[in-house]
């Protein structure tokens, strides 16, 4: 009986095979898996064009509005990023990239997320720094874009968009009342910023004030802690868009501002050679807004 079931059982089994559905049928075939190779090329020529100095090639490898997230900063959108690169490698003419590509896992056909390590060697001969990534790939007119990238570095290389801020700078003070006066050094073999200010009015005592910037070492993001004569204190994070520095601050305001908590952002934008704007906005005092603080126009003197 059991010899006799059997060509009936198989006869039945290609028959209901035949008559799947096509759609069903194609579901039972494994997808494919996309092809990897080219989104390892697209990393390749990326470390090609920063170490050519295409700047073209660069901005094609990012689509319009992309996001750039590096040491606790963002930089949005194509134009900002490829000129916050441009401007790195002013700072640093002789670096040079070198990309690692640990893993490519495909989101969707046309969407990838590409982890590795990226290393960043600044002049010939030292020992190059090297910093985790990971960013999606979109495929963008045939071409295998980035879209987002986050990049985790050294804490000590975080603090490099800052270079171009140390040395000592003076400036006029709020409503041409006396003068600023800023000196900004590194610190700690470069893991610190130090940042020494003296305000002197025409008239009354001058104000003092002293702020250590440091990037964390876990995931480079970049804080500060200062504290000033008045007995005014404050905690700050700094974020950038690849040109201007923006340090969201907030501490205990001082005896004459009328009130206890105190919050505002200092916009710090580069305005030429060796020149720079400094402006405390979005400013409340216990959540009261108080009007922007007029901007403060600095010069490198040494």
Same mark, same amino acid.
């Given at each position: 009986?059991?010899?006799?079931?059997?060509?009936?059982?198989?006869?039945?089994?290609?028959?209901?095979?035949?008559?799947?559905?096509?759609?069903? %049928?194609?579901?039972?075939?494994?997808?494919?898996?996309?092809?990897?190779?080219?989104?390892?090329?697209?990393?390749?020529?990326?470390?090609?064009?920063?170490?050519?100095?295409?700047?073209?090639?660069?901005?094609?490898? /990012?689509?319009?509005?992309?996001?750039?997230?590096?040491?606790?900063?963002?930089?949005?959108?194509?134009?900002?990023?490829?000129?916050?690169?441009? %401007?790195?490698?002013?700072?640093?003419?002789?670096?040079?990239?070198?990309?690692?590509?640990?893993?490519?896992?495909?989101?969707?056909?046309?969407?990838?997320?590409?982890?590795?390590?990226?290393?960043?060697?600044?002049?010939?001969?030292?020992?190059?720094?090297?910093?985790? +990534?990971?960013?999606?790939?979109?495929?963008?007119?045939?071409? /295998?874009?980035?879209?987002?990238?986050?990049?985790?570095?050294?804490?000590?290389?975080?603090?490099?968009? +800052?270079? @171009?801020?140390?040395?000592? @700078?003076?400036?006029?003070?709020?409503?041409?009342?006396?003068?600023?006066?800023?000196?900004?050094?590194?610190?700690?073999?470069?893991?610190?910023?130090?940042?020494?200010?003296?305000?002197?009015?025409?008239?009354?005592?001058?104000?003092?004030?002293?702020?250590?910037?440091?990037?964390?070492?876990?995931?480079?993001?970049?804080?500060? /802690?200062?504290?000033?004569?008045?007995?005014?204190?404050?905690?700050?994070?700094? $974020?950038?868009?690849?040109?201007?520095?923006?340090?969201?601050?907030?501490?205990?305001?001082?005896?004459?501002?009328?009130?206890?908590?105190?919050? @505002?952002?200092?916009?710090?934008?580069? $305005?030429?050679?060796?020149? +720079?704007?400094?402006?405390?906005?979005?400013?409340?005092?216990?959540?009261?807004?108080?009007?922007?603080?007029?901007?403060?126009? +600095?010069?490198?003197?040494?």
């Amino acid at each position: 009986m059991r010899d006799a079931l059997g060509p009936i059982v198989c006869t039945l089994a290609v028959a209901l095979a035949t008559c799947l559905p096509a759609g069903v %049928a194609a579901a039972r075939e494994q997808t494919p898996v996309p092809d990897a190779e080219p989104v390892r090329r697209a990393a390749a020529a990326y470390a090609q064009a920063f170490n050519a100095r295409d700047f073209a090639a660069l901005a094609e490898q /990012w689509t319009q509005n992309a996001e750039l997230f590096e040491g606790g900063m963002r930089v949005a959108g194509r134009d900002a990023i490829v000129g916050s690169l441009r %401007a790195g490698l002013q700072r640093h003419p002789q670096a040079t990239m070198a990309i690692e590509i640990a893993d490519v896992q495909f989101v969707a056909a046309s969407l990838a997320r590409v982890s590795g390590v990226m290393k960043l060697t600044r002049k010939p001969g030292e020992k190059p720094f090297a910093a985790r +990534f990971v960013s999606l790939r979109l495929l963008e007119e045939g071409v /295998w874009r980035l879209a987002e990238s986050s990049v985790t570095g050294s804490h000590a290389a975080a603090l490099d968009a +800052f270079d @171009w801020l140390v040395g000592t @700078w003076q400036a006029t003070g709020p409503g041409g009342d006396g003068a600023v006066e800023t000196r900004i050094e590194k610190a700690l073999s470069g893991h610190a910023i130090v940042v020494r200010s003296t305000i002197r009015p025409k008239s009354g005592d001058a104000i003092e004030s002293i702020a250590l910037i440091h990037a964390d070492r876990d995931t480079g993001a970049v804080r500060s /802690w200062t504290f000033d004569s008045t007995g005014a204190r404050a905690e700050g994070v700094f $974020t950038t868009d690849g040109t201007t520095i923006d340090c969201t601050l907030v501490g205990t305001a001082a005896d004459a501002a009328g009130g206890h908590r105190a919050e @505002w952002v200092r916009a710090i934008a580069p $305005t030429g050679d060796g020149r +720079f704007t400094q402006q405390s906005i979005e400013r409340t005092i216990d959540g009261r807004p108080i009007p922007d603080g007029e901007p403060l126009h +600095f010069k490198k003197i040494r």
